[in-house]
């Protein structure tokens, strides 16, 4: 991959060569990362590092065996974190009051913005990154493994490495999709069959209706990838895990 | 401010010039921004761009008057969107099941990365950006001012513009503060005392406890500026604001 700054070549990588990302350049990726934004510059977030294949055989499950959890170089866990900075006030005579919805959304922020700067900061240096969006599904045994304290919650998981290829230009909507100019502007029937046309006439999308034996691209999704059942089952086991690791009402 | 791409060295930037953002380059900014990562390539994300004076001064209260929503030259509110995606679906013969907490999550993961990449491709071009961690708190006049539809939730403001001054360096913890090998390991008391010292022993940090007539840099945090009762207040307008925008359990 080319160390390139243009965020529109940007591509995910899942596949890596045997190259080891040095001790140095990790530590200047987070380093880099550090100096995202954060909500008062609390910086409430932590990564956990995982470089052992023990650690990652453990990992693995709880990412449903996706390749790329052993496959990777490095695995990293973005995590919300209020552990920190609660330990800080209680150790300087202040009375935190963040077992609240607002600061588990404020650290979740935090953390996602931590972790789009190290993808930044990993592909400034030629390095390849994919998002695991699993990390939330299986939040409690993530918890477990990584022995994460009361108010701290894994929200990304990115696996790094040096690409072992180009990855795919998956294409992205119209920006007219994205972008609305003063006000909201909802989407018409013809809008929705103009946006989403580009993307359905991919190959890869037809490919994708046929293998799953589905009648629209849509389908694929709502059937098969992200479907009704999975994400009221993970939203419960979500919803008891946050009332043991960050109880608030 | 210099077009770097050392993310070490960004700042935060609060005040602008009059010079004017052009159409081109905020185009090109969402359009670098939108090939950001995204869950399943859903684009769980809309931006809406303000610019009109008028809109500013409706939207600034939302904020608590913070002086860069009408001193910018564009605001952007970037919005958890799952809209969009529902339409699509239900003009596909796709019975979509996006109504619960992890999809909610997942949109909200969506939209936050692309916020950041926005940033990055604005600080590519020379121009600053500030994020207003007022959004989630005043959700429901936001949404009402920008018309926003059901399944669309504001997650975070920017302020974009050319900068009038350099911004200021605030500094961040140490990396080993929040980076773990292979498991969390959890603070002392004495890594909680050395990893604050830096930040506590700053010229601003001083002066803020001073201001705020408080005995440690934390109160400032607990008692001025993220209190308990404030977060549980805004805590409670974002639940029923959700109940309203987008229903579930």
């Not at 695995?75 to 919805?101: H, I, M, S």
């Not at 998002?131 to 990304?156: C, Q, S």
Request: hydrophobic share 35%; glycine share 4%; net charge negative.
């Amino acid at each position: 991959m080319n160390q390139t700054n243009d965020l529109s070549k940007r591509r995910t990588i899942r596949r890596y060569t045997d190259q080891p990302i040095s001790a140095d350049t990790l530590n200047a990726i987070i380093e880099d990362a550090s100096h995202a934004p954060t909500t008062g510059n609390m910086q409430l977030y932590s990564v956990v590092v995982t470089r052992d294949p023990e650690m990652k055989k453990k990992l693995a499950p709880a990412h449903f065996g996706q390749p790329q959890v052993e496959g990777c170089d490095v695995l990293l866990t973005v995590c919300a974190d209020y552990n920190r900075f609660v330990k800080w006030c209680e150790q300087r005579q202040a009375k935190p009051g963040y077992d609240n919805l607002q600061s588990l959304l404020t650290a979740t922020l935090d953390a996602t913005i931590f972790a789009q700067q190290i993808v930044t900061a990993a592909e400034q240096r030629g390095i390849g990154t994919c998002y695991l969006g699993t990390t939330t599904y299986n939040a409690p045994d993530i918890a477990k493994a990584l022995e994460l304290p009361k108010r701290v919650v894994p929200i990304a998981t990115l696996s790094l490495g040096y690409p072992a290829d180009e990855g795919q230009d998956c294409g992205r909507l119209p920006i007219e999709a994205v972008m609305h100019v003063e006000k909201y502007k909802d989407y018409t029937p013809e809008d929705i069959d103009r946006l989403y046309a580009e993307k359905e006439a991919r190959d890869d999308s037809h490919q994708f209706v046929t293998e799953n034996g589905k009648a629209t691209l849509a389908q694929v999704f709502t059937d098969v990838r992200y479907t009704r059942s999975a994400n009221e089952a993970f939203s419960e086991v979500l919803r008891d895990f946050l009332k043991e690791q960050w109880p608030f009402e």
